[in-house]
């Protein structure tokens, strides 16, 4: 089985600095990461996914994110943060059918 | 495309009552999943379907739930009789196939908001 944690249930960071939002994943075997956000009363939206290949992977809004296996985590990260980015982020792993989420980490961007 | 499109978007029934919600997902997809998300459990898949077929209802809390896919196009989740603690958003994402496992994205539909008075 598959488990995903996400250090930190709330973030705030100032608007311009660096994002940096934690996922550590546990799983017998090299398995498919996600990041997903998602804003009030919506549902969610992909950022980026890994699945094979290059580790560094971009996503959209500037997102990116690094898988590294031997510290079994794909932390997100974002250069400046902006005011659209405050909303809730997901990490979710799969192996095969359904995705398996962290508790998510709400972003909070301070003006 | 119009994306994944779930209904109601607000449910509010009381206790006993039985609950339906409604699913059609992206043209062309063949994947079809149900997740629930509460403060205390966080995002949790209840069921999955390939072509119509359920593949995985481990996630199904209880014989109360129910889910069903009778056509590519629709699917159901069925709560009888509905609880207090099932008050939840529900939420249908829907995913291409890729052969062997399912890697792809899943589209997520806005989530339908159901409270059990």
């Known amino acids: 089985a598959q488990s995903v944690t996400q250090l930190g249930s709330h973030v705030s960071v100032s608007e311009g600095a660096l994002v940096l939002l934690r996922c550590n994943y546990s799983?017998?075997?090299?398995?498919?990461l996600f990041w997903y956000v998602q804003y009030p009363n919506q549902g969610l939206q992909l950022l980026l996914k890994?699945?094979?290949?290059?580790?560094l992977v971009k996503g959209i809004n500037g997102f990116e994110a690094e898988f590294k296996k031997s510290e079994t985590s794909f932390h997100l990260t974002k250069p400046s943060a902006h005011m659209s980015d405050a909303a809730e982020y997901f990490c979710a792993v799969t192996l095969a059918g359904g995705l398996t989420f962290g508790k998510g980490t709400h972003l909070i961007i301070q003006p | 495309d119009a994306g994944v499109i779930q209904s109601p978007r607000h449910e509010v029934t009381e206790m006993g009552q039985e609950v339906t919600l409604r699913c059609k997902p992206i043209s062309g997809h063949d994947y079809l999943f149900w997740y629930r998300q509460t403060m205390m459990r966080g995002l949790e898949l209840l069921i999955y379907f390939n072509n119509n077929v359920p593949i995985d209802d481990s996630g199904m809390p209880e014989d109360r739930f129910s889910a069903k896919m009778p056509n590519a196009s629709f699917s159901t989740l069925k709560i009888q009789p509905s609880e207090p603690r099932d008050s939840a958003v529900y939420f249908c994402a829907s995913s291409p196939s890729l052969g062997l496992g399912n890697t792809d994205t899943q589209y997520f539909g806005p989530g339908t908001r159901l409270t059990v008075l």
């Open positions: 799983s017998s075997v090299p398995p498919y």
């Open positions: 890994y699945t094979t290949g290059a580790t």
